[in-house]
T-cell receptor, first 114, second 109 residues
């Protein structure tokens, strides 16, 4: 595997379900991100982890719970979601080196909440 | 507040040139990014500008004016595969990317 991978690619869940999204980066980066992408809206940054420590939480509802067990893996645990949470969830990674900090994205998980 | 503005949609003809504009207002500035996103796929990096001027990379060029808070992406010799959304993002003082909503570019034969 190369780059940033995400599983599952598609997920349909009810409002009472609990599910988890997984992201893995194979680039040796030290920062990982969760974004939410809704149609015709800017990418919304949800969480940032630098060296496994959460450094950003942009007022995300507690029904979204991130976990970063190591610098290569990032999870997003979901529970009691709402239909408006249906969106594309993108994971990204970057190397916080003071250069361009270019972010590399995974293919995303298309989430539908019924 | 922080804000990125770019047109919602543009249409151009195969073989032609198109310029996608972006204006930004962010708390601090550490560079301007352009990403390409095909429908159903991940955004992929196109360019990064931190100094004023034009950066050319093959058929794609990106321009930055920091004093005007303005950037553009120039696509030459358009191909059908260039049909995609183009995302402008400014990196703020905390090194976080502030994203525009994207410009959907439609290429017609």
């Amino acid at each position: 595997e190369t780059g940033v991978t995400q599983t599952p690619r598609h997920l349909v869940m009810g409002m009472t379900n609990k599910k988890s999204l997984k992201c893995e980066q194979h680039l040796g980066h030290n920062a990982m991100y969760w974004y939410k992408q809704s149609a015709k809206k800017p990418l919304e940054l949800m969480f940032v982890y630098n060296f496994k420590e959460q450094t950003e939480n942009n007022s995300v509802p507690s029904r979204f719970s991130p976990e970063c067990p190591n610098s290569s893996h990032l999870f997003l645990h979901l529970h009691t979601l709402q239909p408006e949470d249906s969106a594309l969830y993108l994971c990204a990674s970057s190397q916080e080196s003071g250069d361009s900090n270019e972010q590399f994205f995974g293919p995303g998980t298309r989430l539908t909440v019924l | 507040g922080q804000n990125i503005d770019q047109p919602t949609e543009m249409t151009a003809t195969e073989g032609a040139i198109v310029q996608i504009n972006c204006t930004y207002q962010t708390s601090g500035f550490n560079g301007l990014f352009w990403y390409q996103q095909h429908a159903g796929e991940a955004p992929t990096f196109l360019s990064y500008n931190v100094l004023d001027g034009l950066e050319e990379k093959g058929r794609f060029s990106s321009f930055l004016s920091r004093s005007k808070g303005y950037s553009y992406l120039l696509l030459k010799e358009l191909q059908m595969k260039d049909s995609a959304s183009y995302l402008c993002a400014s990196m703020d003082s905390n090194y976080q990317l502030i994203w525009g909503a994207g410009t959907k570019l439609i290429i017609k034969p």
